[in-house]
């Protein structure tokens, strides 16, 4: 006789488990700060065991970088030229900071990863290098130039997270496109 029970295996079904974890991450990380926004705090949160976590993600860090990228998502290098596609760029990534949790997780694994060289190595792989060839390829610079672009960025929005608690307000955004666009305004330079 078949039997009528479903063919699927045992246990909590695992679709959906990223998307739930990475809003526990952020949820967590908003309302405890980076530093006590734990694997076992964002477990919970997400209602799952942490070892579900852990056979994920096999480190704090590893999981804020997955968490990043699917908060971030492709970066929208929109523009017919050049200072049009940094413009967009630069507002995007503050829109993107200035998102509960993303800042604050964005600013914690920077932090740890100045003391941890494996992290560093994940954010420089597996983070910043996606980002590195969309600019590069968007903008027809040299790395070197897309990195300081980046660092400059992504150092000044974060440094008003820090400072305030708060995202640049879009007046700031502005100012920080007027100053960083001249510097770009020839093109790639050696």
Same mark, same amino acid.
């Given at each position: 006789?078949?039997?009528?029970?479903?063919?699927?295996?045992?246990?909590?079904?695992?679709?959906?488990?990223?998307? @739930?974890?990475?809003?526990? *991450?952020?949820?967590?990380? $908003?309302?405890?700060?980076?530093? /006590?926004? %734990?694997?076992? &705090? +964002?477990?919970?949160?997400?209602?799952?065991?942490?070892?579900?976590?852990?056979?994920?993600?096999?480190?704090?860090?590893?999981?804020?970088?997955?968490?990043?990228?699917?908060?971030?998502?492709? @970066?929208?290098?929109?523009? *017919?030229?050049?200072?049009? $596609?940094?413009?967009?760029?630069? /507002?995007? %990534?503050?829109? &993107? +900071?200035?998102?509960?949790?993303?800042?604050?997780?964005?600013?914690?694994?920077?932090?740890?990863?100045?003391?941890?060289?494996?992290?560093?190595?994940?954010?420089?792989?597996?983070?910043?290098?996606?980002?590195?060839?969309?600019?590069?390829?968007?903008?027809?610079?040299?790395?070197?130039?897309?990195?300081?672009?980046?660092?400059?960025?992504?150092?000044?929005?974060?440094?008003?997270?820090?400072?305030?608690?708060?995202?640049?307000?879009?007046?700031?955004?502005?100012?920080?496109?007027?100053?960083?666009?001249?510097?770009?305004?020839?093109?790639?330079?050696?």
């Amino acid at each position: 006789m078949p039997s009528s029970r479903s063919a699927r295996p045992p246990g909590r079904p695992r679709t959906g488990i990223n998307a @739930a974890v990475f809003a526990a *991450t952020l949820s967590t990380v $908003r309302e405890l700060g980076y530093a /006590r926004a %734990t694997v076992e &705090r +964002i477990a919970a949160a997400a209602g799952i065991a942490k070892s579900t976590v852990y056979r994920r993600w096999p480190s704090k860090g590893e999981l804020i970088v997955d968490c990043l990228l699917d908060a971030l998502g492709p @970066a929208p290098l929109e523009g *017919t030229d050049r200072a049009e $596609r940094m413009t967009s760029a630069i /507002r995007w %990534t503050a829109a &993107r +900071i200035g998102e509960p949790g993303v800042g604050d997780a964005f600013a914690g694994v920077f932090s740890d990863a100045v003391s941890d060289p494996a992290l560093r190595e994940i954010l420089s792989t597996r983070f910043q290098a996606p980002y590195l060839l969309a600019f590069q390829e968007a903008l027809g610079e040299p790395e070197h130039r897309v990195l300081f672009f980046i660092d400059v960025v992504v150092g000044v929005l974060l440094h008003r997270m820090g400072m305030t608690g708060e995202p640049m307000a879009d007046a700031d955004v502005d100012a920080l496109v007027d100053m960083v666009l001249p510097y770009f305004a020839d093109g790639p330079r050696p």
